[in-house]
């Protein structure tokens, strides 16, 4: 059974410019989960989709946006990057139910380094 | 507004010792999780605790969650260097939406 896959896993970007992640989530798993990884704030919640609707969103600006696809795929965008937007950026799936316990299930993440 | 504690955030120890991370909240939570992560990849389940009072263990590790479902720890047993990571405490609020701690960078030295 395949994981959870990030393209790419590094990529170098500089400011100003936008950039676009994608997330294969583990087959059967209807929710996508995106979450920003940094040294100083630790695993900051940015958005979670659910059979292509966004049902969560955290406390990020606009300039961050998601969608999710039919087939549960999901891409995330960071458009006019900044120096603070450096960060390992992970995708979880899971089931995404409404009772019982969701557990998360990450890929290896997308580094993203502004310069 | 951090909903998550954990404790201690970093913690290095000899091989064979006893340690203890805990995860503290104001917050009731529907479920809490624990994660390890290694350098260069995602968080990697290592239990669910759903039930308030619940203890589990895997091998060396036991996990217990609060009464109230608001904390839960995280007890090693003769910490080897394998341990060494970072653990990560996370608390399902509803349905899609889990808050994690700042974790606790573990390194058990040989």
């Known amino acids: 059974k395949a994981g959870v896959t990030q393209t790419p896993r590094y990529l170098i970007k500089t400011r100003g410019q936008q950039v676009t992640l994608s997330c294969s989530p583990i087959?059967?798993?209807?929710?996508v989960s995106w979450y920003q990884q940094t040294p100083g704030q630790g695993l900051q919640f940015l958005f979670e989709?659910?059979?292509?609707?966004?049902?969560n969103k955290g406390n990020f600006p606009g300039r961050f946006s998601g969608r999710q696809f039919s087939n549960s795929r999901s891409e995330m965008n960071v458009s006019t990057l900044e120096l603070g937007d450096s960060a390992l950026y992970l995708c979880?799936?899971?089931?995404?139910?409404?009772?019982?316990?969701?557990?998360?299930?990450f890929g290896a993440g997308s580094r993203l380094t502004v310069l | 507004t951090q909903l998550l504690e954990q404790s201690p955030q970093f913690l290095s120890i000899q091989e064979g010792e006893n340690l203890t991370v805990y995860c503290n909240s104001s917050?009731?939570?529907?479920?809490l999780q624990w994660y390890r992560q290694e350098p260069g990849e995602g968080p990697v389940l290592l239990v669910t605790?759903?039930?308030?009072?619940e203890v589990k263990k895997l091998k060396r590790l036991t996990f217990q969650f609060g009464d109230a479902r608001k904390d839960s720890s995280l007890h090693i047993t003769a910490a080897q260097p394998g341990d060494t990571g970072l653990y990560l405490c996370a608390g399902e609020q509803w349905a899609g939406k889990s808050t994690f701690g700042d974790g606790t960078t573990l390194t058990v030295k040989p």
């Open positions: 605790v759903v039930t308030g009072g």
């Open positions: 979880a799936s899971s089931l995404g139910q409404l009772t019982g316990a969701n557990v998360l299930t």
């Open positions: 087959s059967g798993h209807r929710s």
């Open positions: 917050s009731v939570f529907s479920s």
């Open positions: 989709y659910f059979s292509e609707t966004q049902r």
